[in-house]
Nanobody, 121 residues
Framework: QVHLVESGGGLVQAGKSLRLSCAFS????????MAWFRQAPGKEREFVAA????????YYADSVKDRFTISRDNTKNSIYLQINSLRPEDTAVYYC??????????????YGQGTQVTISS
């Protein structure tokens, strides 16, 4: 069973940057494409970004591609999401996800518990 643990969320001022991390365990990390999703209050969970098994390819949602960067470190079994120029509309719970298929849509096979990101204006 895959286990995912997110960290790095918090209360941040608009315009600042934030880096989220996700630690993977339980299976072979390089067998899985990884992704970030987010869910704002009262809204459905939405795709944010995905990275391929080697880290060589990425997908981004159109709404974030100029400010978000997804990456992975296969030596640390971890992925990251760098978020720049934070906006109040980025407020959401951010979820790390894993799937053997590299794709830019729900569903993924495994999700973490999420980390709350709140942006103050």
């Amino acid at each position: 069973q895959v286990h995912l643990v997110e960290s790095g969320g918090g209360l941040v001022q608009a315009g600042k940057s934030l880096r989220l991390s996700c630690a993977f365990s339980g299976r072979t990390f390089t067998d899985y494409a990884m992704a970030w999703f987010r869910q704002a209050p009262g809204k459905e969970r939405e795709f944010v970004a995905a990275v391929s098994w080697t880290g060589g390819s990425q997908y981004y949602a159109d709404s974030v591609k100029d400010r978000f960067t997804i990456s992975r470190d296969n030596t640390k079994n971890s992925i990251y999401l760098q978020i720049n120029s934070l906006r109040p509309e980025d407020t959401a719970v951010y979820y790390c996800a894993a799937d053997t298929v590299f794709k830019h849509s729900l569903p993924y096979d495994f999700y973490g518990q999420g980390t709350q990101v709140t942006i103050s204006s």
